[in-house]
Each structure stands twice: as structure tokens, then as C-alpha cells.
Nanobody
């Protein structure tokens, strides 16, 4: 098992940047694959990024590709999401998640049901 804690959310103007962080604790073997998800009111949870322990596998949907970058620092047990050129449609609650199987990071899609461990979320609000 692993416990996850997000931080770094806030309110920004469109075109601005934010950097989210996720601190992990517990069983390190439960986070071979980690990812970021977001959920806006009335919408389904959306996977926006994922990364393996080695950091050599990345996935970004078209909605964030080219603007968001995921990274992790295994020595510090942290994962980050750099968000640039933010848009109002990026407004959502952002969650970090972890999965024990590295195979989850080799899928052709990013599904929340594949990640059993979740943080409590951090709010990101982008104003036009």
C-alpha cells in the first residue's frame, strides 16, 4: 500500500503555470506506475499523465499534450506535474495515483480503474 499527498494547487490566470507535487509514503513496490488525473464538476475523471519508476514511459492525452510534463524523484518519493499555458478548461480537482504493476504504464490508454491508490486531491482554478 501507499499513501499519497498532493500539493501546489491554486488559482491562476489563463496562460499561467502551476507545478503540482505528490509525496508518497508506504510500500515503494506499490508505485511502479504513477499518474495524474483530474475531475471537473459534472465530468468524468480524466487521466492526464503517467510515468514509470524509470521515467522512460510517458502518456499524455491531446487535452494536455505539449503543455503538461510529468516527472518523479524516487529518492525524494515525489512526483510532479508541471502545467504550462493553462486554460480555463483545465480547472478541476487534480489527483495523483499509484499502481503496483508497471504494466499499467504500458497501456494504450490511461484509466483510473487501474490505479488503486489515490491522494485527496488539490484544486486548480484557471480564470479567463
Amino acid at each position: 500500500q501507499v499513501q499519497l499527498q498532493e500539493s501546489g494547487g491554486g488559482s491562476v490566470q489563463a496562460g499561467g503555470s502551476l507545478r503540482l507535487s505528490c509525496t508518497a509514503s508506504g510500500n515503494s513496490n506499490s508505485r511502479y506506475c504513477m499518474g495524474w488525473f483530474r475531475q471537473a464538476p459534472g465530468k468524468e475523471r480524466e487521466g492526464i499523465a503517467r510515468i514509470t519508476t524509470g521515467g522512460d514511459i510517458a502518456y499524455y492525452p491531446d487535452s494536455v499534450k505539449g503543455r503538461f510534463t510529468i516527472s518523479r524523484d524516487n529518492a525524494k518519493n515525489t512526483m510532479s506535474l508541471q502545467m504550462n499555458s493553462l486554460k480555463p478548461e483545465d480547472t478541476a480537482m487534480y489527483y495523483c495515483a499509484s499502481a503496483p504493476s508497471i504494466l499499467n504504464c504500458y497501456r494504450s490508454d490511461l484509466r483510473s480503474l487501474d490505479f488503486p491508490y489515490w491522494g485527496q486531491g488539490t484544486q486548480v482554478t484557471v480564470s479567463s
